[in-house]
């Protein structure tokens, strides 16, 4: 099956730096990579996808890339605010499973 | 967008006792539910696929005599969490998908936090 390896777990940065959290995937058949933003109890909150036939994907302060060849997808954060500060999930699938399968988080602090 | 509620939001339940947890999409149809288990600290796991109409599928190492799950109709998955015990005590989330393939997209219940006492 399908193994997500997220890095890293944790990452302090200062107001208005940029923050970046890296994913890779095992599965080959893997078409859907989504980024989920959780805050403490809540439900995860979709804030980014990208498909398997584009290789990046912007919406304002928020990118992501995808590099099949390497099997890996990154998520990119610029002007951090402190609002940006809770935990972030990747995640995979594909068209025949659907079903998601979750990296292991990275808890993101924004300082002021 | 999409709405997909949970009920009960939150529930105790002494040990032994049984637990039914509601997933219901609001403003959509949907054929297959997910199920995920969410331990403090930790990552989403997916537990099991629930299919409207037929058996679910569980994953490998989730009991399914323990964990029932029923499809009963195109709007609503229910997850019954059986002889509940302390280690049972999680947050559980369902999703249900909205499009179809490539234009798919998964949407989250609001969860519910089980606490086994």
């Known amino acids: 099956g399908e193994n997500v390896e997220q890095h890293p777990s944790t990452l302090s940065v200062q107001e208005g730096d940029s923050a970046v959290i890296k994913c890779t995937y095992s599965?080959?058949?893997?078409?859907?990579f989504p980024w989920y933003k959780q805050e403490l109890g809540k439900r995860p909150q979709l804030i980014i996808d990208i498909r398997s036939n584009v290789g990046e994907k912007k919406d304002q302060r928020i990118a992501v890339t995808l590099n099949k060849t390497a099997k890996h997808f990154s998520l990119h954060i610029t002007e951090t605010q402190p609002e940006d500060s809770a935990v972030y999930f990747c995640a995979a699938s594909n068209t025949g499973r659907r079903a998601l399968t979750f990296g292991s988080g990275t808890r993101l602090q924004v300082q002021p | 967008g999409a709405v997909v509620s949970q009920h009960p939001s939150w529930v105790i339940c002494k040990s032994g006792t049984s637990v039914k947890i509601e997933c219901r999409s609001l403003?959509?149809?949907?054929?297959?539910m997910f199920w995920y288990r969410q331990f403090p600290k930790q990552s989403l796991m997916l537990m099991a696929t629930?299919?409207?109409?037929?058996?679910?599928?569980?994953e490998q190492g989730v009991e399914k005599d323990k964990f029932l799950i029923n499809h009963a109709s195109l709007t609503l998955s229910t997850l019954t969490v059986t002889s509940a015990h302390p280690e049972d005590s999680s947050f559980y989330i369902c999703?249900?998908?909205?499009?179809?393939?490539?234009?798919?997209?998964?949407?989250f219940g609001p969860g519910t936090r089980l606490l086994v006492l």
């Open positions: 999703s249900a998908p909205k499009g179809a393939g490539v234009g798919e997209t998964q949407y």
């Open positions: 599965d080959s058949a893997s078409n859907y």
């Open positions: 629930s299919n409207e109409g037929s058996k679910a599928t569980y």
């Open positions: 403003d959509f149809q949907a054929t297959t």
